[in-house]
């Protein structure tokens, strides 16, 4: 067994941690097509979104990504991470309480480099969007596994297929991202549980102080990162 099938059993939890607002660009035309996707040419095949992102120093609040979708085979053991999520939430909050939400979930667009736009949930949107944020001053690469965007959802046969696949898909991935969401109430709760789980001496009453959680912040960057250049 190789070194990249180890690695695949690693799992990260991330979670929108950070109190500074999210700052997300990428371009879109004023007009574009919905984004036609091609069918897959082997019944082991794959889309991998590939995430081009650019970062300044001068302007690093304001990251660029540009996407693009890649058809790969499983068989070629492919480099890419595979990403757990919920499409979207069942309720929203109106500024004073949490609402039922029956009508059709929120979609944002996001476009395929030279090829039209695809929506996606919000959730899908803020990991997006979490990802620009963090990526390193200048040019990098993430290949993330999304089923929203990487299977043709309104192509029955295909979705089935892949869905059937997806065993294969996580278990072939270098390592799995698991996205909580943006910050809530319980968000601190959550990471004082995974800073006492890391820290095996640590005071079970002791609070995640502003230091410990700048600490924790930069830990999961430089996870999340590591090793990017072989995308």
């Known amino acids: 067994m190789n070194n990249k099938h180890i690695q695949h059993c690693s799992i990260f939890l991330l979670a929108n941690f950070y109190l500074a607002p ?14 036609q996707y091609s069918s897959l040419s082997y019944p082991t095949a794959i889309r991998v979104l590939v995430v081009q992102i650019l970062k300044t120093a001068e302007d690093s609040t304001h990251p660029v990504s540009v996407f693009n979708l890649e058809e790969t085979k499983l ?20 500024g004073f309480t949490y609402q039922w939400d029956s009508g059709p979930p929120r979609t944002y667009p996001i476009a395929i480099h030279g090829s039209g736009l695809l929506q996606v949930t919000r959730n899908l ?18 290949r993330i596994w999304a089923d929203q965007m990487c299977i043709n959802q309104k192509n029955i046969d295909e979705r089935n297929s ?33 800073h006492a789980v ?8 002791q609070k995640l102080t502003v230091t410990l959680l700048q600490e924790f912040q930069q830990k999961v960057t430089k996870v999340l990162h590591a090793e990017v250049g072989m995308f």
């Not at 068989?75 to 109106?94: I, K, M």
């Not at 990991?127 to 993430?142: D, E, H, M, V």
């Not at 696949?165 to 996205?179: G, N, Q």
């Not at 968000?187 to 549980?193: A, E, G, I, M, P």
């Open 75 to 94: 068989q070629d053991d492919p480099n890419y991470e595979a990403l757990s999520y919920t499409w979207g939430e069942t309720t929203y909050y109106d």
């Open 125 to 142: 949107n803020e990991f997006l969007q979490y990802l620009a944020k963090i990526a390193p001053i200048g040019t990098s690469t993430r």
């Open 22 to 35: 999210m700052v997300y660009s990428f371009q879109i035309d004023n007009i574009m097509d919905v984004y």
């Open 198 to 205: 890391d820290v095996p001496n640590v005071d079970r009453n």
């Open 162 to 194: 892949q869905v059937a696949m997806m065993k294969d898909i996580y278990k072939s991935a270098r390592r799995t991202l698991i996205w909580l969401g943006e910050q809530d109430a319980d968000t601190l709760s959550v990471l004082n549980l995974l």
